[in-house]
């Protein structure tokens, strides 16, 4: 007799709640437990955006109510405006951009759009988690393109072609990396783009932390690339480079043709972003002071510091690569052989302090955990305060 689960969907049990996800709610059971997890900055939303938000809420009579499916239109108006200026040429709102809930679904109606059951989608490992889940869930299959980590996390061009078959559709990545914290360079995207071009393939950029490098580290353009203007995709956040992360708001940029088809698992599913989220995002772009984001990464600067100087002290226990963007660092652990699952619950356990394994973001992360520094630089402390009385214990 078939019970319950032996019913449910394949698509649904083909996929997994990711570690990133996974390791909150364990700490959540461990008192005291310190998070250098899940990547949330410790800032508030910028005041500007709260007071904003809150005029609007006392004065107007939209902001509880649906807006139109697409996002609204003046919203839409000013991120056409914003990425048309990068591009060197016209993004049309109504044709290119549909606002989402997140870069999260900006990355799942794009890959439910244009991926078929066997399609193959090239990932680079170590990678976002998501992605796995997204692909599987939409019928595609990952195909995982190792990247160099003696080099610093970079991208191998021959393991990458090599990985093309008649069957891939897609390549997706995130710039710069989580969870790496690399920033794939001019010539990398170069390169990316050359295989798109050359195999047909769609390329789906996450450009959640494209506002955050660090020093003179350049952060290539996608949209300038015309070669491939009908296949590229890009997914972008108001969630990091405004501290917005809970009002889960984000945009999708597309062709018109795949933006026509994405558009209706939009509405299908959450007919719009959270108006208030999005008149949010209005005011953090036309309310933002000259600072705007400077600020957060100013902050994240110090940060990053901070825990390459902590991890620095406990080079017996770890090797990383210093991070060029975002605010993560993929480090490699010595003196035991536990999995990266047994160090992390481990970690929590005894250390009270929350990373994610590795192995989440794939074969090459096994070994290795995962650090945010988007916590406070008191936290970032504590929490190694805590590693290195532990790490005596190993």
Not at 162 to 172: E, G, Q, R
Request: aromatic share 10%; proline share 5%.
């Amino acid at each position: 007799m078939q019970t319950i689960t032996d019913r449910l969907a394949k698509r649904v049990k083909s996929i997994k709640v990711s570690g990133i996800r996974q390791m909150p709610m364990l700490a959540a059971k461990v008192p005291g437990a310190i998070s250098l997890g899940q990547g949330i900055p410790d800032l508030k939303t910028p005041q500007y955006i709260r007071q904003g938000v809150s005029r609007l809420l006392e004065s107007s009579n939209e902001v509880g109510k649906y807006s139109l499916q697409p996002g609204l239109p003046e919203l839409k108006q000013l991120i056409a405006q914003r990425l048309s200026v990068e591009a060197g040429r016209a993004v049309d709102p109504e044709k290119n951009i549909c606002v989402t809930t997140g870069a999260m679904e900006a990355l799942a109606i794009a890959i439910a759009t244009i991926i078929d059951d066997g399609d193959e989608v090239l990932l680079f490992d170590p990678g976002y988690p998501s992605y796995i889940e997204q692909t599987l869930f939409a019928g595609g299959k990952p195909v995982f393109v190792p990247l160099n980590e003696s080099s610093g996390w970079v991208l191998d061009v021959k393991k990458l072609r090599a990985a093309v078959t008649k069957k891939t559709k897609a390549i997706i990545f995130c710039n710069p990396a989580n969870p790496t914290g690399m920033v794939f360079s001019q010539t990398d995207i170069a390169a990316i783009v050359a295989v798109a071009e050359e195999f047909n393939l769609f390329l789906i950029g996450d450009l959640t932390y494209e506002f955050l490098t660090y020093g003179d580290v350049p952060m290539p353009s996608l949209i300038k690339y015309a070669s491939i203007q009908d296949r590229l995709i890009l997914c972008y956040s108001f969630s990091k480079e405004f501290a917005m992360t809970g009002w889960r708001v984000g945009y999708l940029y597309a062709p018109e043709a795949v933006l026509e088809q994405a558009s209706k698992i939009h509405d299908a599913f959450v007919i719009c972003a959270p108006t208030i989220s999005q008149y949010a995002a209005l005011v953090a772009l036309t309310q933002k002071p000259e600072s705007g984001s400077e600020n957060i990464k100013a902050d994240l600067a110090a940060k990053r510091d901070v825990i390459c100087k902590r991890l620095d002290a406990l080079s017996d226990l770890f090797s990383y690569q210093k991070p060029q963007g975002a605010y993560y660092i993929l480090g490699r652990y010595k003196k035991t052989k536990l999995n990266s699952w047994e160090f992390t619950l481990r970690l929590l356990n005894e250390a009270k302090v929350v990373v994610i394994p590795g192995s989440e973001f794939g074969s090459q992360g096994e070994g290795c955990v995962r650090f945010s520094y988007g916590a406070s630089i008191e936290n970032i402390n504590k929490a190694f305060d805590s590693i290195e009385a532990w790490n005596k214990t190993l």
